[in-house]
């Protein structure tokens, strides 16, 4: 569980920042505002089999990327828990085409980052989010929310991420949608909006009315066209509806829209930007029903590239000076070229090839020849790019996850924190004389974020963080076969990692004392206890009002 966690940006800053934006956006030139204006960057989440991968599907499919389904289902890291090393690498590698997918619709350049379903890639999925600005959340009727959504949903309130829930899987006999919405309000701790309305569900499934676009959808079970039948009706009262899904499901449908526009208000887009409200839409995926709605609304709603914090200042995406951050490293599979991928997400400015960039972790000029964007299936090279894009550099280890480029300006981008890991395991090195190796594999592997490092004294004992079992084999494989380095690992019995900061230095030294089997140090060299148990943390947390015990590596 990712614990208490801080609002990372406040639900105001937005509102009070657009102002600012109107006023830095007046002496821009026409085409770089717009360019800014027609980006929507976004991820879709879901708890695995709620219909991620096949919504993902039929946006490209709208999106005209690809021509038929089934074109993306391959690149799913596999649901079951798979040990074959090699195709957990080369799922991986799959992946890195289609990590962000670009394409144009309506005319808005919608970037959709692509998210791994396993539970135990649930950090790269965290840190994903961060590079967005906004978020297409999927629960299935049937199932409801279920935990991990729950998580996920956590991580974007912290960021007040603002949210649009697809209900899926409409065709199946599932919860009553009024339940469904109440459990949403409640589990995910925010506020529902309905803008589409489902007339019945399962075998009686009809379609759903657009509340938005006041407009009725009809359904017809359709898995590879994207045409949809849509009857205009001029009002609810019109007889066309009565003549179109029959007497009674017309009077239950005029009933329910009535009801939740007085239980619910209008809707404002503002609390949806903000992160209060969410938008909610019925259909079925793998049906293609419901998803042109979703997706003609979402261009509509949703928020273009947002003002961003830094250490040292508010970054708005009008601004001249280029600026972005690292949010993702991907390796290159070939041992042979150690080369590997990093996804910066552009906050600001304009960034051009072949331009000098200013590494302000490494406090290094960097220029890069090959930056490439991602248009669905392929890779590009591309000669600019607007806030919003995500571009691809090609890396020799300068960087590390969180990573800022500017134009010259010390900025470091907030809001890219590590989790608590839930497993942690000793790392044992069984070849003395690949000490070196392991050494920089580690490292190495620790910055692309497949797990966190910690340091544990006396001796330099070095642990793994991870969430899932998962990353301990991909690690062992990597070591092995990219650096040449074998290892073992040892398992340890620690509950949950936190970061501890205090004004009162002599009762931290003191805690630190007292607890120093517990201690460790992350990379960055902050102090973090390895609680034995939730029972332990508590007592810990009860006994020292003066320590701060923080549950992500962001400590402010
Ligand atoms: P995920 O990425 O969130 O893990 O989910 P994915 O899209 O893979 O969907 C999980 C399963 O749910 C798939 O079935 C998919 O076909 C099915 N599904 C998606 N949308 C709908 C829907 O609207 N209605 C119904 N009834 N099912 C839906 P599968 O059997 O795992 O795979 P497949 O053999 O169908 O490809």
Redesign the pocket.
Known sequence: MLGIINPIMSENLYSIMEENTNAIKTNKSKGFTEEIEKRRTFAII??????????TEKFLLFGGQIQTAGAV?NN?IK?TATSDFMEIEKQRGISVATSVMGFEYQGVKINLLDTP?HKDFAEDTYRTLTAVDSVIL?VDCVKGVEPQTERLMEVCRMRNTPVIVFV?????EGKVPFDLLDELEEKLNIKVRPLSWPISMGMGFKGVYNLYEKSLNLFEANKQKVEKNIVAIPSLDSSILDDEIGNKLADQLREEVELIEGVYGPFENESYKTGVVAPVFF?????NFGIKELLDTFIRIAPNPRVRETEERIVDPFEDGFSGFVFKIHANLDPKHRDRIAFLRICSGKFERNKNYYHTRLAKSLKFYNPTSFMAQDKSVIDEAFPGDIVGLYDTGNFKIGDTLTEGEKLNFKGIPSFSPEIFKELVNTDPMKSKQLEKGIQQLTDEGVAQLFTLQPGNRKIIGTVGELQFEVIQFRLLHEYGASCRFEHMNFFKACWMTSDDKPKLRDFCELKNRNIVTDKEGQIVYLADSEWSLNVAIQNNPTIKFHFTSELK
Do not use: F
């Not at 899926?168 to 199946?172: L, S």
């Not at 259909?283 to 049906?287: I, K, M, P």
């Open positions: 879901s708890h695995p089999d709620a219909g991620k991968t096949t919504l289902k799913k649901k379903g999927v899926n899987k409409m065709d199946r259909g079925s995926a793998v049906n």
